[in-house]
């Protein structure tokens, strides 16, 4: 069905993309508070204002989807009805970015941390074109080539999948030991999609730093959280002030490329020129390198795992418990009208019934890109995980995983304790499936998942600039 989308709209074909959408109306049936929750539900808000949230839930939601119920056990005082929080809505940042640190501010909470750099100075002259894979005959890439050559890391040499997504790569898919992530559901022992300790939520926002980012710090202050940032390089030069805002509140800073392709279609060059100029437009704004990596929509096998090991990155990617339990609230897609917030906070009470009853912690995919995105996340998503009894504990992810917020970036990571590129344990080209479910059935539900043709990210980015953003500069 989202095929026949692409040629009739195309931009919410490609925001569809983004993300793995069938698995929304499978994670609907196994919330718990589903079957109490309505008019009569056992579970009381813990606030007034929770009620409001619940009227909206229990509504009839013309969906298709089925009856849409869920309980907040609270949500902001200030929170924007949840009716309102829809495509097309516009408004501007209520908190625009806030400081401009000044250049050699040297960052106290990270020994050996340089002096931050002079972010206004950046030339986007000397950077590859937004929203592109960039150029791989540069000087810069060249030398990445070498780099990585001289790992020590072994890349398989196995081809990239072809633009179409699951249903053109069928026999990738099937291919154990080419190990997708998006199509087949394999991990590699290396990937980070949970956090260890139970109830733990290893909290992430992709794909900014955009106009709203400004409201989410502010809120995350407030309610004193720290997050992980998946950065688009593109982003970063766009918003070099938000990016230090991130880093010196003490969120962990994490490449999420430059261009947000799906890296399995690119080559080995075009994937080194993707992280490469992410880790270096993050370095010249902040002054340190991020070790960890997020995939755009999770798309990484382990020809992709390979060329990030070389380059000292982690792959995090998001918590998956079954072929069809991903933990992705969906709020991409509110902006392009693919779903709705109703939708979206039914997704994440799916989630928090499942992170609940799991012998681990979690991760979820949110993003900071759009307002939509933002305005569900600090008005219901993040005031009812906080109220939430028994309490979460959340954290950026390498909090969650019980390591220094000094072993998230190069030039402080402790090498010794923190292993990461070619001296770290493990082998990225080692295939392993996980408990995941990659045979028939899952491809059968993969063939629902629409994969973007590349690019259609920095389509969407672009039309924000164009569109939006440059009201608000
Ligand atoms: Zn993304």
Redo the contacts with the bound molecule.
């Keep these: 069905m989202k095929f026949a989308a692409f040629s009739a709209i195309a931009l919410p074909a490609l925001v569809s993309a ?1 993300g793995i959408r069938d698995v929304h109306h499978a994670r609907q049936a196994p919330v718990a508070a589903a079957a109490s929750a309505g008019t009569s539900s056992a579970a009381a808000p813990a606030s007034g204002t929770a009620s409001a949230a619940t009227g909206v839930a229990t509504a009839p939601v013309a969906s298709g989807a089925g009856s849409l119920t869920f309980t907040l056990a609270s949500t902001n005082p200030t929170a924007i009805p949840l009716t309102e929080i829809a495509s097309g809505m516009s408004s501007a940042p209520t908190v625009p970015a806030s400081t401009t640190f000044a250049s050699g501010t040297t960052p106290t909470f990270l020994p050996n941390a340089p002096p931050l750099p002079n972010a206004l100075s950046l030339n986007p002259a000397n950077y590859p074109a937004l929203d592109k894979t960039p150029p791989t005959d540069s000087p810069e890439v060249q030398q990445w080539k070498q780099e990585v050559a001289n790992s020590g890391v072994q890349i398989p040499d196995i081809a990239p999948t072809v633009a179409g997504g699951c249903p053109a790569n069928l026999e990738a898919a099937n291919d154990q030991s080419r190990c997708w992530w998006t199509c087949g559901g394999c991990s590699a022992p290396d990937d980070i999609e949970q956090c260890p300790d139970k109830m733990t939520w290893g909290l992430t926002y ?2 900014g730093p955009a106009p709203h980012t400004g409201d989410l710090l502010a809120y995350l202050d407030q309610v004193n959280l720290k997050a992980t940032f ?1 950065i ?1 390089g593109s982003r970063a030069i766009s918003y070099p002030a938000l990016l230090q805002e991130e880093y010196m509140a003490q969120h962990q800073i994490a490449v ?1 490329t430059w261009s ?1 392709p799906e890296m399995t279609t690119l080559t080995n060059d075009q994937i080194i020129a993707e992280l490469g100029w992410s880790k270096k437009i993050i370095k010249d704004v902040l002054g340190v390198t991020p070790t960890y990596w ?1 995939p ?2 999770g798309d990484v096998d382990n020809r992709v795992r390979a060329i990030a090991k070389a380059m000292g990155l982690q792959t995090s990617i998001w918590t998956r418990i079954g072929p069809t339990a991903t933990f992705d609230t969906g709020d991409f897609d509110i902006a392009g009208g693919l779903t709705t917030s109703t939708q979206v906070l039914n997704n994440w009470e799916a989630i928090i019934g499942n992170a609940t009853t799991i012998d681990h912690g979690f991760i979820v995919l949110e ?1 900071d890109l759009f307002q939509q995105s933002v305005d569900i996340a600090v008005d219901y998503i993040l005031p009812d995980a906080l109220a939430h009894q028994p309490p979460f504990k959340i954290e950026p992810i390498v909090s969650c995983l019980n390591k220094p917020l000094r072993d998230a970036y190069i030039e402080t990571n402790d090498n010794s304790s923190n292993p990461i590129g070619a001296n770290a344990t493990g082998s990225a080209s080692s295939a392993e499936a996980s408990g995941n479910s990659s045979g028939a059935s899952a491809n059968g539900k993969n063939s629902a998942m629409g994969i973007a043709a590349p690019n259609s ?1 920095g389509a969407i980015a672009l039309a924000i600039v164009s569109g939006v953003v440059a009201l608000f500069l």
């Design positions: 983004h992709d794909d998946f688009v999420h947000h997020r755009p929509y993003h990210m």
